[in-house]
Structure formats: C-alpha cells, structure tokens
C-alpha cells in the first residue's frame, strides 16, 4: 500500500468526521456493488472519446466504473485504499490515494472518478492527479444524483441525505475553475436516466450508503422504516418503479 494512502479522506465538514464514513463501505462491499447505479454509457462516451484510453479509475470503489471502462475498451488501472473495496475488482488493482496515486508520472490519457471525488483532499489531490496525466489529458469526476425535480425523490432524497453533513463539495454547484490551475476550464455533461427499484431493493440501497453504515442499529431500523413508509404511499405493494438519476459528468484537460 502506498505511504498514508487514506490522508485525502481524513476531513472533516461541521463537526463530523469524514474519514469515519469514507472508511464505512468495505463491511458493505458486496451489497455496494450489487445495489449501487451503474452510470450511463453516453456519459462515459462523452467524458473518454471513442478510442481507446490509459486510464486511472481513482476511488474505484468496487470496481463499478472500472468495469464499465473495460467494456468499453479502455485500459483501466484501478486505485482503492479500502481492502474490502478493492478485493471486488479483477485485473490490475492497486492500493492508493487521491494524493498518492500508483502509477508513473505522465502515463495516463485520463483519470476518472466516480462518486468519490467529494472525498478528495481538494489541491493536494489535483497537483497528484496533474502528475500522472499526460499534457492534454483528462480529469472525469462524475456523479449519479438522484433528480430531486421529481416530489416522490426529493422526499427520498430527505431520508437518505436529511441527517448526515452535506459534503463540502457539491457536484450540482461546482466551477469551471474548480480543479485549479493545473487544468483548464471544466466541461459539464449532463445525462438523464433511471433506475428500476421495488421497496426492498430501495432499502438495499440506503444500506450502502455511508451515514446508515455509521449509525446505530436504533437509527438503522429508522431509516428503513421510513424508505417502507414513502414507498408505500407512492407505489403499491410490489410494485417496480423508476428511481430518476442525472449523471454528472465533468471533464476538464490538464494544461
């Protein structure tokens, strides 16, 4: 592992320990990879380009998007500092961090990040992140966030979201400038697309996030509760819906 490969998640925002949730998903693992979104193609094709790319799948979680990447015929080295994380991922894997990436300086067209990039240590992380790219290569943060325009999501949404501390960044509000000197002015994409949920799969879904992870079994058994309790006033009882998402995917080319 590489040297302090967690220091870029060791933040705070309030007086919440952010390392403490960033370090929560490898007891969930197998249901983060099972039950998380994938992202939409169209996104991916956006962000990379139709030919094949070197890229660096930074905060690779579980491997979600590396193995999209793949498919799609990049060559997609994954970093992770999470063991259990890491050990859902085939091929070339590597324990490290947003400031300490594993790879030799200027060898990559590109490095992506999904969902994770709120857990980044802000310049820190993209002096490493210039490193590694070549000149002229890309840095894809991307999202998928929940479109809370819809009444029955933004409901959801105050579930998931209404207890825990808001990231210091926010994907939706981000600027052209927001990577740093280093990188040009960020392109935004924006990409509509949906999720087919039933009540239990949505409860899944609130299981792997970080602030259920973190709480006692009192608040668990709360935060479930109230996913049953939405879903049924919405939907009937077994019914599959549609969960909407706009993936967020910015693009921004290292100078």
């Known amino acids: 592992m590489c040297d302090e490969p967690e220091n870029d998640r060791r933040r705070t925002v309030g007086d919440v320990d952010l390392s403490k949730h960033a370090s ?3 007891a969930a693992a197998d249901l ?5 979104p994938r992202y939409p193609l169209e996104a991916l094709r956006w962000a ?3 030919r094949p790319a070197e890229v660096v799948d930074l905060g690779a979680g579980t491997g979600i998007l590396t193995r999209q990447l793949r498919e799609l015929g990049h060559h997609v080295v994954a970093v992770e500092p999470d063991d259990e994380m890491r050990r859902q991922i085939d091929g070339d894997v590597r324990a490290g961090s947003a400031t300490a990436i ?16 709120h857990w980044f ?33 933004a409901e959801l949404s105050d579930v998931f979201d209404g207890h825990r501390a808001r990231s210091a960044i926010d994907e939706r509000t981000m600027t052209p400038e927001q ?43 709360e935060l479930e509760q109230r996913v049953r309790e939405l879903t049924a006033a919405h939907f009937e009882a077994g019914e599959r819906f549609e969960l909407p998402y706009v993936t967020y995917t910015y693009r921004a080319e290292k100078l």
Do not use: C
């Not at 594993?102 to 990039?117: C, L, N, R």
């Not at 590694?132 to 998928?144: E, K, Q, S």
């Open 102 to 117: 594993p790879v030799e300086a200027e060898s990559q067209d590109a490095v992506t990040a999904g969902q994770a990039y």
């Open 121 to 153: 240590a802000g310049e820190p992380a993209h002096t490493e992140i210039a490193r590694v790219l070549r000149p002229g290569g890309w840095f894809i943060p991307i999202w998928n966030v929940r479109d809370e325009s819809v009444p029955w999501v």
């Open 48 to 50: 990379l380009g139709p």
């Open 24 to 26: 929560s998903f490898g």
């Open 179 to 221: 990577f740093g000197p280093l990188f040009g002015r960020a392109e935004l994409g924006l990409f509509r697309w949906s999720a087919t949920h039933t009540t239990e799969s949505l409860v899944d879904l609130i299981k792997s996030r970080s602030y259920y992870l973190v709480s006692d079994a009192a608040t668990r058994a």
């Open 32 to 36: 983060y990879d099972r039950i998380r």
